[in-house]
T-cell receptor
Framework: AQRVTQPEKLLSVFKGAPVELKCNYSYSGSPELFWYVQYSRQRLQLLLRHISRESIKGFTADLNKGETSFHLKKPFAQEEDSAMYYCALSGTGGYQKVTFGTGTKLQVIP | NAGVMQNPRHLVRRRGQEARLRCSPMKGHSHVYWYRQLPEEGLKFMVYLQKENIIDESGMPKERFSAEFPKEGPSILRIQQVVRGDSAAYFC????????????FGPGTRLTVL
């Protein structure tokens, strides 16, 4: 069974402070990991995926297979980063069901 | 490209009525996924469809819920004889055939059962 755990429902940080949104997963095979973001009154959208190794809006995430983690990080939080963030997992190769975490609300305090 | 469209955005039903939720995928996308989000919970996978086929319905409740994606027209999620516990946000996502793991989401339909 595949499972995604986001232990924090709410994370509040001051503007300019570093951000780390935690994500741990459980999967027996080779996973593909994603971070999705939902800004207020907008639809869920893909932020980044581990296979692309991109930095989007200053966010990065590294897949740590030893710790089964895919934490989302940004060195300096901005007010516009306030949103709901969902970590998601799927297998690789053809159709694989995507499993989402329960989400973490990031609140950046000015 | 207008993106994934869902309608209605808000739907109110009384217990025992039927709810029909529609999803039009992005142009060129032939894969559709439905998710349910209950209050204080994450997105729960319900069903994955391709045109005229249900590929994975492992997340669908066994009774009252059904989904289709006909050759022409939107995908429909149908809930018969709704109960208060069906109140939730229902999200649809679509993906292109060549990158099935990246999904594009619609704005969701918020169902309220009175």
């Amino acid at each position: 069974a595949q499972r995604v755990t986001q232990p924090e429902k709410l994370l509040s940080v001051f503007k300019g402070a570093p951000v780390e949104l935690k994500c741990n997963y459980s999967y027996s095979g080779s996973p593909e990991l994603f971070w999705y973001v939902q800004y207020s009154r907008q639809r869920l959208q893909l932020l980044l995926r581990h296979i692309s190794r991109e930095s989007i809006k200053g966010f990065t995430a590294d897949l740590n297979k030893g710790e089964t983690s895919f934490h989302l990080k940004k060195p300096f939080a901005q007010e516009e980063d306030s949103a709901m963030y969902y970590c998601a997992l799927s297998g690789t190769g053809g159709y694989q069901k995507v499993t989402f975490g329960t989400g973490t609300k990031l609140q950046v305090i000015p | 490209n207008a993106g994934v469209m869902q309608n209605p955005r808000h739907l109110v039903r009384r217990r025992g009525q039927e709810a029909r939720l529609r999803c039009s995928p992005m142009k060129g996308h032939s894969h559709v996924y439905w998710y349910r989000q209950l209050p204080e919970e994450g997105l729960k996978f319900m069903v994955y469809l391709q045109k005229e086929n249900i590929i994975d319905e492992s997340g669908m409740p066994k009774e009252r819920f059904s989904a289709e994606f006909p050759k022409e027209g939107p995908s429909i999620l149908r809930i018969q004889q709704v109960v208060r516990g069906d109140s939730a946000a229902y999200f649809c996502a679509s993906s292109p055939s060549d990158s099935v793991n990246e999904q594009f989401f619609g704005p969701g339909t918020r169902l309220t059962v009175l």
